[in-house]
């Protein structure tokens, strides 16, 4: 069916902002009927698979008209068309209910008859009074047609006649035949069958009235078993013998060899039959005759002593090779016509049955009855129609506010969930109720990133399920907090199943804004952290590196003490210069806070609350600038289309409906008393510390004269920490010689 452009007709639509985009509304009958009306790219979804999905699989199937495993736009239009042209009033499908009175079906349609003479059917067939029938009538088809005689589906069972006589009949032939399921879920047979089972009882008849009689009575079938197993061997004896008559000298290499005997001789024999049955069947004289009273090969004796004892007179002493080909042809002619046996099917039924069968002729009033059953095929054929038509029924509109519109997912009712929504995740005290199932985390989280949104994939278990379960929640309100890979939380399905969940992969995007204000700080902490473990993870290799390397050299080292090297005289002069070194760089260092607490405390107290407002502005304000940015571009589409959607239209989460989307722990305002907390000071006790604090913080910068910087009549009272006087000092202490060493220090 071709999609009709909406400039060729003038149906009146209706829009709506769903989602922050203008939809088409489909609330009425009347817009599904005019589906196939309106501009396909209008539609939000173009495709999108038939599993993995929150509604019937069956009803999937159903709507999928070509098979191919995607519902498209094409598909939905001929359910669309289909669907109204059945029901007289079409606004029903906006109900989704499950069942349906049968006299609202459109009659006056051809389909719609069908469909009302079939669901007319079932309800008697199953014996239900009223005219209202529903998914829970059609849900088990044997059930349908558990009662009836005939149901369409050319095969019949004992159900399908009153007569004793071919009740008894079918069952043979079912027995005999393995029979074919009927509907009703009983064993029966059908028209094929029935010749079948016709055709094998006047073949086992024929077989049997050509009879031959067995030329060695009751034991004739043991001796033609044992003549055809050793017959082989028989005749290899008889050439053995002939080769040896001819080259007298090659009889020892046609006998049984020893050397063979002695390989295996060691070994347990009973596990060694057929290497054994390889050797010849008795010893090789040169004469071709079997000697009756010489030993017979252990693997063949059984076989040849019974032929000897029916087939052989008992005053012979040996067997030629006429000899043992007259026995053969003895029961050959018996032997052909047990070969030739047919009809062994019934055989089981005994020859007097097979007659009685035979005689009774029933065959053609048995076809008869499967003719009167396949005529109603059509007629059953279309309660598959009824179960079809009552899934789309419910289940149709539903489809299309997830297809057409995106109604559900955007829906206030916090009850109503898109059919991809398949749970919910409980984890880090919230709970996500966005959640998507996912084939391939790998593949379909490279594809959701583009999506804005912060997402968490979990693997689910259950005891009560095989496999697992992959899925995909997203995170939209609250801090990152303890969500990590590894991390367990509990998955609940729409059916309320309990999964344990477990996070394998995060795809890291802005929650909130504010969760980004300290997104940089949090950064700057792990590359500390990363920086200092790696520190420390180098000097400790090192460490033991040096260590290993010592132990390893200390039997090398010498132990005469005057080998060892001596140890440099201590330099006071070296010593000197760097401890001047090192106090010139406290006092530059000392200078540097210096000026920035003297510029610091020249601001006014505004001044200093905008500098610092601007410095955390300068770290957080890009990564905040850039998570508002991606918060307003948030958008399922990349997560659906990763799941094998075709979406055609942009589904926008904003930071309002993103609230909606995860649940956050809300304990009400109380005060808990901790049993376990550490007894702390009292607050006149803390008050007094925090002052004491203060004033030694004030009386330390005053000493070493950084309060002089703040304001000039603040001067240390020690003369030592005045600029002047520490220069004066420095340069009366340090002689040109040591400032050589100091440079020379500093410079290594």
């Not at 065959?363 to 499967?370: E, G």
Request: glycine fraction near 6%; charged fraction near 20%; hydrophobic fraction near 45%.
């Amino acid at each position: 069916m071709s999609i009709i452009n909406i400039k060729e007709k003038k149906y009146k639509w209706h829009f709506v902002n769903i989602g922050g985009t203008a939809r088409v509304r489909i609330n009425s009958g009347e817009d599904i009927a005019h589906l196939g009306e309106l501009d396909p790219k209008m539609w939000t979804v173009l495709s999108c698979p038939t599993t993995g999905l929150e509604i019937d699989d069956k009803s999937l199937n159903y709507m999928d008209c070509d098979g191919d495993g995607k519902l498209r736009i094409n598909d939905v239009i001929c359910v669309s068309q289909w669907i109204t042209s059945v029901l007289k009033d079409k606004d029903l499908i906006l109900k989704g209910a499950d069942s349906v009175d049968i006299n609202s079906i459109n009659t006056d349609d051809a389909n719609g008859k069908k469909l009302y003479s079939s669901a007319k059917q079932i309800l008697e067939n199953l014996g239900k009074e009223g005219t209202v029938i529903s998914l829970a009538d059609t849900a088990d088809i044997t059930a349908i047609f558990a009662k009836t005689r005939f149901n369409g589906d050319g095969v019949i069972t004992e159900a399908s006649t009153d007569d004793e006589t071919l009740k008894a009949t079918i069952a043979a032939a079912v027995a005999t035949t393995g029979g074919t399921a009927d509907r009703s879920g009983v064993q029966g047979v059908s028209a094929e069958q029935i010749e079948t089972f016709y055709k094998n009882l006047n073949d086992y008849v024929a077989w049997s009235d050509a009879k031959v009689e067995a030329p060695y009575g009751d034991d004739t079938n043991a001796l033609i078993s044992a003549y055809n197993a050793i017959n082989a061997k028989v005749q290899d004896f008889f050439m053995r013998s002939k080769l040896a008559a001819f080259s007298p000298d090659s009889k020892a290499t046609l006998d049984i060899q020893t050397s063979r005997i002695d390989a295996i001789s060691a070994e347990n024999l009973s596990t060694k039959n057929d290497e054994i049955a390889a050797y010849p069947l008795t010893h090789v004289t040169g004469k071709s005759e079997i000697d009756l009273n010489a030993a017979i090969n252990p693997a063949w004796d059984k076989n040849f002593q019974l032929i000897k004892s029916v087939a052989i007179e008992p005053n012979k002493n040996v067997i030629t090779e006429a000899d043992w080909a007259s026995i053969g042809e003895k029961f050959a002619a018996y032997q052909a016509w047990k070969n030739a046996k047919a009809g062994t099917a019934v055989e089981t039924l005994s020859l007097d049955n097979i007659k009685n069968f035979i005689a009774q002729d029933n065959k053609a009033m048995l076809l008869d009855i499967v003719a009167q059953d396949a005529a109603l095929k059509e007629e059953s054929d279309n309660i598959e129609m009824v179960d079809k038509f009552l899934h789309i029924f419910r289940d149709f509109y539903q489809l299309l506010k997830n297809f057409v519109t995106l109604n559900d997912f955007f829906d206030k009712d916090k009850n109503t969930k898109a059919i991809f929504q398949c749970g919910t995740l409980i984890i880090d005290q919230r709970a996500c109720k966005f959640c998507i199932r996912v084939n391939d985390t790998a593949k379909h989280s490279a594809s959701a990133a583009s999506s804005g949104m912060y997402l968490v994939y979990c693997d689910c278990t259950t005891k009560t399920k095989a496999g697992k379960l992959q899925i995909a929640a997203a995170v939209t309100v609250g801090d990152i907090g303890a969500l990590s890979v590894g991390k367990n939380g509990v998955f609940y399905d729409n059916d309320g199943l309990e999964w344990d969940a477990v996070i394998t992969k995060i795809v890291d995007n802005p929650i909130n804004i504010s969760q980004s204000f300290w997104s940089p700080y949090r950064r700057m902490a792990t590359a500390i952290e990363n920086l200092i473990n790696k520190s420390a993870a180098d000097k400790d290799a090192k460490m033991m590196a040096n260590a290993t390397a010592n132990i390893n050299a200390a039997p090398t080292k010498t132990a005469d003490p005057k080998a060892a090297t001596a140890a440099p005289p201590f330099d006071i002069a070296k010593f000197a210069g760097i401890f001047a070194a090192i106090g010139m760089a406290v006092g530059m260092i000392g200078t540097a806070l210096a000026s920035i607490f003297k510029g610091l405390f020249a601001l006014s107290w505004w001044q200093l609350i905008i500098l610092f407002v601007g410095i955390i502005l300068v770290i957080s304000g890009p990564a905040m600038v850039m998570a508002w940015m991606k918060l307003h571009r948030r958008n399922i589409a990349p997560l659906l289309n990763a799941n094998g959607w075709a979406v055609n239209a942009n589904a926008k989460i904003s930071i309002p409906f993103g609230e909606t989307l995860t649940e956050i722990a809300k304990y009400p305002k109380m005060k808990l008393d901790d049993p376990f907390a550490k007894k702390g000071l009292k607050t006149w006790q803390k008050w007094t510390i925090s002052i004491l604090f203060v004033a030694v913080v004030v009386l330390a910068l005053w000493i070493f004269n950084v309060l002089n910087y703040v304001n000039p009549k603040m001067k240390s009272p020690l003369p030592r920490y005045n600029k002047a006087a520490v220069e004066e000092v420095v340069n009366d202490s340090i002689s040109e010689a040591q400032v050589d060493i100091i440079e020379e220090v500093v410079t290594e």
